[in-house]
């Protein structure tokens, strides 16, 4: 029995180095054969191997429309042994205007649509090639490129395009490798030939080469001014942000949506989308920001609909005439994917196959030196043909001077090839020209023409030379292909024209809460034992409240659900709550402590709605106190703001607004004493302790209140309010004790 394996070809290596070997292999592959684009022609190779495949079927702009199954079946056959599926979609993304900034490939039937729709069946479309796949593939059969063996063997296949099109950055690229990615933005090619055109330029009129090119970025944005998608949209980011992303080959961009004011009559607007973001399907769009809308999400949107036909047209109602437009649209970029950031990562293959992060400089100059490279290839192949044209003319010149002699041996002479060469000097390829000659074609043969070309192509060939001895001509050459280039897909053409306007970062819009949040009348019931909610309306009658058994009311009042809630507890803290947040008035509520953390132990002394600027007067029942400023008290967590200072056994217990005209303060002990002092005499503070307001023998301070001593002391009955003017007796200094109420003063030591 025969060994399977030659013992010699053994060896002995470690597992994890075997795995590791391997998948470093597998690595290589999908960086190399799969996910990144090549620098000089950016393309993949799938991409590659379609548009060589539909040139080889002779599907030329000018031609007919074949299958794209007999593309496909062609492609996956001979070049691209993987799913028929992923090349089919590979080649409709070629042929999608939304997709590629400028499309290679001319599709018939239905390939797909911005809304996300997919391309029919393969055996439905059709396709040809663009004339920018034509720029792509100039010059392949004038060894302008390298080929190489397809997988099997049978057929050769360009390792890359001679790219007559700056197409790497022009279409962009994106792809996920093994440990790396890719993602360029599509670009203007017009403002591509700009950028390299200064880099040549520069060149020329210093003593730098191409290659060590050191144009700025800062210059180099003036030209490419930004990513120019399909879709169209305003990018809106920073100059500063635009040359640091193309210094470093990796950065962002801010992307928008258009939009544009429509207006209606009687101060009635809507909004209009014209653009969508790059790569943004508009139906999911739509369905995202109509979910938003439902959840109440979106309170200045009333309406969004599509009428779009060829065009974009999303349009938007707001809820409103009073919605400013451009506060709508803010809060909608905020929200929805009408903006979107646009990555930039260069990570390509360069010339020699090894993948790493270029800059834009970098890029532009890879072309350039590319361009030139296919440049002195294609020279050289026309400089062979030229050759090899005027070896055969002279041939054919000698056998005008000598037709009869020529026509003899032909006749005569057994081996008529070797007696050629031997009588008239002449070399293989020149007896083989005559011999193969028809003889229709000799009354054609005239010397005229045939020293006429021959003169044309020594002229030719002379130029030729000369352009490949010397480098300044061939860069004015380069020069020459670009400035064609920028005159067929230039400004002035619809296919080159900018679509994606550039703008400054917009200024920052604060949206107010109240946009935010839809507005409607609640009234806030509290009870005794801390449970809230917010009833819809501005009830009346509140007795109709029902509450948990030995439950009852505590507080109420009337808000709009755009409010904040202002809440005092007794350990001296203040919180604040949006109304909007509040349960609604169906059942009994929450307890407020899963809105705020008020320790056990501790209660709410009153809650109020914020309006901001006001002053309030708050005390314990220490009988300290002090007035703090409305906007101090505002709190932005759950934890609340600590105001008030309290001992382990005090508590707040009061707090007053104070009106713009008070210049007294009244002080009610659980004594029943009353004491009135000027206002002055307490400081404003926004945290402490405060200071004595009343002092008490035994009991506590109940409740405070600042007043206009003109107008009178006024405090809340069973009846209504009762106001006392003659308040001379409880007038004196503060910390005094003070003396018995008045007369008819509540039972509860309270004033409201």
Not at 436 to 443: F, K
Not at 525 to 548: C, M, P, Q
Request: with cysteine; aromatic share 6%; net charge negative.
């Amino acid at each position: 029995m025969s060994k399977l394996v030659d013992p010699e070809e053994i060896r002995e290596t470690r597992l994890a180095d075997a795995l590791s070997e391997r998948y470093l292999s597998y690595a290589l592959s999908t960086i190399m054969s799969r996910s990144l684009p090549d620098v000089r022609d950016g393309l993949k190779p799938v991409h590659r191997r379609l548009l060589y495949a539909m040139r080889q079927l002779k599907l030329d702009p000018s031609s007919g429309y074949k299958k794209c199954a007999r593309v496909v079946g062609d492609v996956m056959g001979k070049y691209h042994p993987h799913g028929d599926q992923s090349i089919y979609d590979a080649m409709v993304r070629l042929a999608q205007e939304f997709a590629q900034r400028y499309p290679l490939v001319d599709g018939q039937g239905n390939f797909g649509n911005i809304d996300g729709d997919n391309a029919a069946a393969m055996r439905y479309t059709e396709a040809r090639l663009t004339e920018v796949a034509n720029l792509l593939l100039s010059g392949i059969d004038e060894d302008a490129v390298d080929f190489r063996d397809t997988y099997d063997g049978e057929e050769s296949e360009p390792t890359v395009l001679p790219a007559a099109f700056p197409n790497l950055l022009a279409n962009g690229a994106a792809g996920i490798a093994v440990g790396m990615a890719t993602n360029i933005p599509p670009h203007n090619v017009g403002e591509l030939c700009d950028a390299m055109l200064h880099i040549v330029k520069t060149a020329k009129h210093t003593t730098e080469s191409i290659t060590n090119s050191r144009v700025t970025f800062e210059k180099l944005v003036e030209f490419v001014q930004g990513p120019d998608f399909p879709t169209g949209g305003v990018l809106v980011e920073s100059r500063e942000n635009v040359i640091e992303a193309y210094r470093a080959g990796r950065g962002g961009f801010r992307l928008r949506a258009r939009w544009e004011l429509e207006k209606l009559g009687q101060g009635l607007f809507q909004i209009v989308i014209t653009d969508i973001p790059y790569q943004i399907q508009k139906s999911r769009l739509i369905e995202k920001t109509a979910e938003l809308l439902l959840a109440k999400k979106l309170p200045m949107l009333a309406d969004i609909r599509d009428e779009s036909a060829e065009d974009v047209r999303i349009v938007l109602e707001p809820k409103s005439r009073n919605v400013e437009p451009e506060m709508l649209m803010e809060h909608l970029f905020r929200e929805t994917e009408l903006e979107t950031r646009i990555s930039l990562n260069l990570n390509v293959l360069n010339k020699n196959n090894v993948p790493g992060v270029m800059n834009l400089r970098e890029a532009l100059i890879a072309f350039l030196e590319y361009r030139e490279d296919v440049l002195v290839r294609r020279s050289h192949h026309r400089l062979g043909k030229i050759e090899h044209r005027l070896e055969v003319l002279g041939g054919l010149l000698i056998a005008y001077l000598n037709l009869d002699e020529v026509i003899r041996i032909i006749r005569e002479e057994d081996d008529a090839k070797k007696v050629m060469m031997k009588t008239f000097d002449l070399t293989d390829v020149q007896v083989e020209a005559i011999l193969n000659m028809r003889l229709r074609q000799l009354r054609k043969l005239e010397e005229m023409e045939i020293r006429k070309e021959d003169k044309a192509l020594k002229a030719e060939r002379g130029e030729l030379k000369e352009l490949l001895a010397t480098e300044t001509m061939r860069w004015r050459v380069v020069e020459d292909e670009l400035k064609e280039l920028k005159q067929t897909f230039g400004p002035k053409s619809d296919l080159g024209r900018r679509r994606t306007d550039i703008s400054e970062p917009p200024s920052i819009v604060i949206v107010p809460i109240e946009a935010m949040i839809e507005k409607e009348p609640v009234t806030i019931v509290y009870s005794e034992k801390g449970w809230i909610r917010a009833a819809k309306g501005h009830l009346e009658d509140i007795s109709t409240l029902k509450f948990k058994e030995g439950d009852q009311l505590k507080f109420w009042l009337h808000a709009e659900t755009t409010d904040k809630l202002i809440i005092f507890g007794t350990n001296g803290r203040f919180y604040t709550v949006g109304v909007d947040k509040l349960p609604g008035g169906r059942g009994h509520g929450e307890p407020i402590r899963l809105m705020v953390d008020i320790p056990n132990g501790h209660d709410v002394v009153k809650m109020m709605k914020h309006e901001g600027g006001r002053r309030f007067l708050i005390a314990s029942d220490a009988g300290r106190g002090f007035i703090v400023p409305e906007d101090e008290v505002v709190a932005q967590t759950k934890n609340g703001k600590q105001i008030l200072n309290v001992g382990s056994s005090d508590e707040a217990t009061a707090i007053s607004v104070v009106p713009d005209n008070a210049d007294h303060v009244a002080v009610i002990g659980a004594n029943r004493k009353v004491l009135i002092f000027p206002i002055d005499e307490l400081p404003k503070m926004t945290r402490g302790k405060g200071v004595i307001l009343q002092r008490y023998k035994d009991g506590d301070l109940s409740d405070v209140q600042a007043f206009n001593l003109k107008e009178g002391l006024s405090w809340q009955t069973g009846s209504g309010m009762r106001s006392e003017t003659d308040l001379k007796a409880w007038l004196g200094k503060r910390a005094s004790a003070g003396l018995i109420k008045p007369k008819g003063f509540p039972s509860n030591n309270r004033f409201s």
